[in-house]
């Protein structure tokens, strides 16, 4: 009661609008079971059934909060958002779930049928501290499973004002609050160059999903997403406000007042010499990239009908039928396969493509952030500093737009063309393009200055081609999750062809042998007496063929001696008669007479034929 007579008599609206108990009916599937303060409409039958009836605008939520594969963890949590019952704003949701055996229960409703009893704490805020939310619901869901008993409802009123008294503390300001537990360092460490091009994709506003291939947790995936967004500057703070809306929302700007006379160099100093989210926020910050698009870090099946008429989302899924839908995304990220991005149209991989200066900043930030593993108190290569050369990135970006916009120049379109010139083209036909533009105009109106005149525009690391960028061109297409994979079937292949080498050799030193003429190479063992009988018929056949030549018909100058008619006749029949003599002289070639020539090509290049089809 004072608690809530406070925030009446300092005007502050309550941060925590409602903590729920959701639970998983054998019969009715996901549903609200307590609700305090009570949702709009509730009835006593209904507190009874344990079965709350929800808002239209809400119907989805206990489908958020319990989600899919939930049985395949012992726990797990989810971030989520809702429209406001009263306008258009977000509503900020963060449920703790868990799992128990109907059988350990100390007391067990009667409509528990099911072996595993699945419920969830949710919390509905205004207030985006996901990450901070998230620690104090684990501990109550934790201690609430421990008792054994659901038919308690004190420990959720207590956590209900408990955060209530936490929540009213949080300065939005700070945005360290809300950063809290977003660990952009392992995000850089894990996704590297696709950072930056996760980054650039939610500028262009498209429709992108995000999953686990059902190997991570929900919250795995949720943090992965509010990590990649808080690296925005402001966005968690001022970006989201319809983060929750299906339809686009139309706002009428009010109409400027001019400033009458220009600011003086001593302003324009004072303005640069702001701190960097200072300038960022004179440089529009946050841009509106869910202004008529939807952010869902973990979306429930049931909301696809609702996202296929939304402009563009980003969502976080662990059912795995929705990155498998048709005509559904633009973009699908695998985060269990270190960030592995599948483009629906080939166009757009090109469109984020890393450029040059590009990729000398994010290399930057990846090494600077691998050097920094055994420091991590210190700023350099921290969540806050990660933020900070994002911020930079931006204000660079925003700063060199700010500029074409004022002078439209070759070379001023030549300083935004080095952040990829199909990446500017498809930005510019953005919303959230349009509403800078013509926030720019207005600032330019009002204070009498642009961002451009405190800034130094160009790419953050522009600058000439070095040798060294071939090399960044190179690790831009080089996993490094794959590298030990690769390793490991280059070595097998090795062994194979060391393997298949020795064959070879051995094959081919056997094959020689057998051409040794008989005098170096005299019969022995058990085929003695057929090996003699072969040299007997190879003698024989010898004979007949010099014979044969002998009263042949001289042939033509130039001519083969193998194209002699008559002597061919003649060595086919005394090769006939050889073989007749013995099946073992089949496998010996013919030789000249008088000759110990070696096998031709031909017979060499049959033979390792032979011995690598045996290797296979």
């Keep these: 009661f004072f608690l809530s007579f406070f925030f009446w008599f300092s005007g502050m609206a309550e941060p925590v609008l409602h903590v729920l108990l959701v639970d998983f009916h054998h019969k009715y599937g996901p549903c609200v079971e307590f609700a305090i303060p009570p949702l709009p409409g509730t009835t006593e039958e209904a507190v009874a059934s344990g079965r709350i009836p929800l808002p239209d605008k809400w119907t989805h939520l206990p489908f958020f909060a319990l989600p899919d594969g939930l049985h395949n963890w012992e726990e797990d949590t989810t971030f989520f958002h809702l429209p406001s019952l009263e306008d258009n704003s977000t509503i900020f949701c963060v449920a703790s779930c868990r799992q128990i055996r109907a059988s350990q229960l100390k007391v067990a409703a009667d409509d528990v049928t099911r072996n595993t009893v699945l419920k969830s704490i949710c919390v509905l805020t205004k207030v985006p501290a996901y990450e901070l939310l998230r620690e104090q619901l684990s501990t109550t869901t934790s201690v609430l499973f421990e008792q054994k008993d659901f038919s308690q409802k004190e420990l959720i009123e207590s956590l209900y004002h408990s955060l209530q008294r936490s929540l009213s503390v949080v300065r939005l300001e700070e945005e360290m609050f809300l950063h809290a537990g977003l660990d952009a360092r392992a995000f850089i460490a894990r ?24 190997k991570m947790k929900a919250h795995d995936i949720c943090n992965v997403i509010l990590s990649l967004v808080s690296l925005m500057p402001h966005m968690l703070r001022k970006g989201l406000r319809y983060a929750a809306v299906v339809q686009p929302v139309q706002e009428n700007a009010p109409k400027p007042t001019s400033r009458k006379t220009a600011p003086s160099a001593t302003e324009i100093d004072a303005l640069a010499k702001e701190d960097l989210f200072a300038r960022l926020t004179l440089a529009g910050c946050p841009l509106r990239v869910f202004h008529q698009g939807m952010l869902h870090p973990h979306a429930a099946l049931q909301l696809v009908e609702d996202l296929k008429l939304a402009p563009s989302f980003v969502i976080g899924v662990t059912n795995s039928m929705l990155p498998t839908l048709k ?52 700023w350099v ?46 930005w510019q036909a953005t919303t959230n393009y349009r509403l800078w533009a013509e ?17 130094q525009p160009g790419h953050v690391f522009r600058g000439n081609l070095k040798v060294s960028d071939i090399g960044l061109k190179m690790a831009q297409h ?15 292949s090795g062994k194979a062809m060391k393997d298949l080498g020795s064959s070879v050799r051995h094959g081919l030193s056997s094959f020689w042998k057998s ?12 085929d003695q007496a057929a090996e003699a009988e072969c040299t007997a018929a190879l003698d024989a056949g010898l004979t007949a063929e010099a014979a044969a030549i002998a009263t042949a ?62 290797t296979q």
């Excluded at 995304?329 to 493509?353: Q, W």
């Design 478 to 492: 080089i996993d490094p999750q794959k590298t030990e994979k690769i390793k490991n079937a280059m070595a097998a």
């Design 553 to 614: 018909v001289p042939v033509a100058d130039g001519t083969e001696l193998s194209d002699n008619p008559v002597a061919t006749e003649s060595k086919t029949a005394a090769e006939a008669e050889a073989k007749a003599v013995s099946p073992a002289a089949a496998s010996i070639p013919p030789a000249d007479a008088g000759s110990e020539s070696p096998p031709s090509l031909e017979d060499i290049e049959r033979e390792i034929l032979r011995l690598h089809s045996e």
């Design 381 to 426: 290569g921290s969540d806050t500093w990660i933020r900070a050369e994002f911020g930079e990135y931006m204000l660079s970006l925003l700063t060199t737009a700010d500029m074409c916009l004022n002078v439209p120049s070759q070379q001023n379109q030549e300083l935004l063309q080095e952040f990829g010139a199909p990446w500017v083209q498809a």
């Design 191 to 214: 996704y590297r160059h696709k950072a930056l091009q996760l980054f650039k994709l939610l500028l262009l506003e498209k429709k992108i999903v995000i999953h686990g291939a059902n």
């Design 439 to 455: 926030q720019m105009d207005i600032t330019k109106t009002v204070k009498g200055f642009r961002i451009s005149h405190i800034q």
């Design 515 to 526: 051409f040794e003429p008989p005098s170096r190479r005299p019969p022995s063992g058990p």
């Design 327 to 378: 005509d559904f995304a633009h973009v699908a990220v695998d985060i269990s396969e270190g960030g592995s991005i599948t483009y629906m149209a080939p166009k757009l991989k090109n469109l984020v493509s890393l450029t040059t200066p590009d990729l000398r900043f994010i290399d930057r930030v990846i090494n600077t952030v691998a050097q920094s593993k055994q420091e991590a108190s210190s």
